[in-house]
């Protein structure tokens, strides 16, 4: 048995996602675990569909079991994304290779960045280079051009590379045993407005199901067809009112606010009448627009400092195949977290791990919202595994 894992948003699962796991079975997995996003990704907004639906259509599509990367670290910095779904990797105890798809496709080059990164001394070259008013990820990215090579740079340039790099780093941290399998990206690039090779980028996909344009994507038509979509900007004025009832010591109190920012973050609150204005008042060179998207969906959904510091407290199951259960089978006897099924596994739990999921409740109730069809509270603690 080869157990591939396999760290996603599948936001929405495509072609490519496709393609990167047919080639972790051409590599020998006999086995595709997903450590997925929940209702909310990375990008500070909310997934296009439900968790569940993306499930679904991963399991149809050739992964065997579907866990979730918890919302405090899925809607986090690459970094502690990354450091999400390492620790349920890690937890799991049984995974021997992380696959992804990068645009380098070097894998020596990959590793040995992903290694720089994780040391401790790279930490300190980068502060002289934040102190000229740039992001973390240029000031990085201009760092390791400068001490070591610009081919390191062009690693640190492209997002799939850098989430690579994390993975690695993150195991490396861990001191896991593992393997690490990319795949060069062959299709269209990470936001790319058009088709490449007959793949589309994901906020290509996402921008065509906004205008209710086909592609010929037929994984993506077929979800499109059969699930309900859900519309993030149905939460704009929410999000403004809750923008606008925070204080300075407020936004100081979240992730990524550091250096004073809460007083931009303030003042922006107060002037803006749109989300967008609100992004483009506290942009600057130092702080993107992911960086601020993400910074207003924690105020919104009540994640803190403390939260994103802590633990990987579980390992949640959203869906499994007849492998899956096997994976799920040898895990019994490696696993070094709490398996979570259902609600009542939950309170059997720690404070820490429950504090956890009350917070993912809470932010599905809101993600419910946003739907064609608005649902009831509670859908976390009655949903069932999706079994396939």
Not at 143 to 165: R, V
Not at 184 to 194: L, N, S
Not at 354 to 366: G, N, R, V
Request: include cysteine; charged fraction near 30%.
């Amino acid at each position: 048995m080869k157990i591939t894992a396999i760290i996603s948003e599948f936001n929405p699962f495509h072609k490519g996602h496709k393609y990167l796991i047919d080639k972790a079975r051409e590599n020998g997995a006999t086995h595709i675990v997903a450590v997925m996003s929940g209702n909310f990704v990375q990008r500070g907004e909310g997934a296009v569909f439900s968790k569940w639906d993306r499930a679904e259509t991963a399991l149809e599509n050739g992964v065997d079991l579907v866990l979730e990367n918890p919302l405090i670290f899925a809607t986090a910095s690459a970094q502690r994304f990354a450091y999400g779904g390492v620790g349920v990797i890690n937890g799991l105890g049984c995974v021997n290779e992380i696959a992804f798809g990068s645009e380098s496709g070097d894998m020596e080059k990959i590793t040995e960045v992903a290694e720089i990164i994780a040391d401790n001394e790279f930490a300190e070259e980068i502060q002289k280079y934040l102190s000229e008013g740039i992001s973390f990820p240029k000031a990085r990215e201009k760092a390791i051009g400068e001490k070591y090579s610009e081919e390191y740079a062009e690693i640190l340039s492209q997002p799939n590379n850098i989430l690579a790099c994390e993975y690695i780093s993150e195991c490396r941290k861990a001191k896991m045993d593992i393997n690490f399998f990319t795949v060069p990206r062959i299709g269209a690039e990470h936001d790319a407005e058009k088709e490449k090779n007959g793949f589309y980028s994901a906020s290509h996909l996402r921008e065509l199901l906004k205008k209710s344009i086909k592609s010929d994507d037929e994984i993506f038509e077929n979800t499109r067809r059969n699930c309900k979509a859900f519309d993030f900007t149905k939460l704009e004025l929410p999000i403004l009112v809750k923008l606008r009832s925070f204080t300075e010591n407020d936004f100081k109190n979240l992730p990524d606010v550091s250096e004073g920012m809460e007083n931009r973050l303030y003042s922006a609150a107060q002037k803006a009448v749109s989300l967008n204005e609100f992004y483009e008042l506290v942009k600057t060179k130092r702080y993107t627009h992911s960086r601020i998207r993400r910074i207003c969906l924690c105020a919104f959904l009540g994640i803190t400092k403390e939260d994103v510091s802590a633990d990987v407290p579980y390992i949640r199951v959203i869906g499994f195949n007849d492998k899956g259960r096997e994976i799920l089978k040898t895990s019994k006897d490696t696993m070094s977290l709490p398996l979570v099924r259902k609600y009542s596994d939950i309170k059997n739990l720690d404070r820490n791990a429950q504090h956890f999921f009350d917070i993912e409740s809470k932010a599905t109730d809101i993600f419910t919202l946003c739907g064609e069809e608005i649902l009831p509270c509670g859908l976390e603690k009655t949903e069932k595994i999706i079994k396939k």
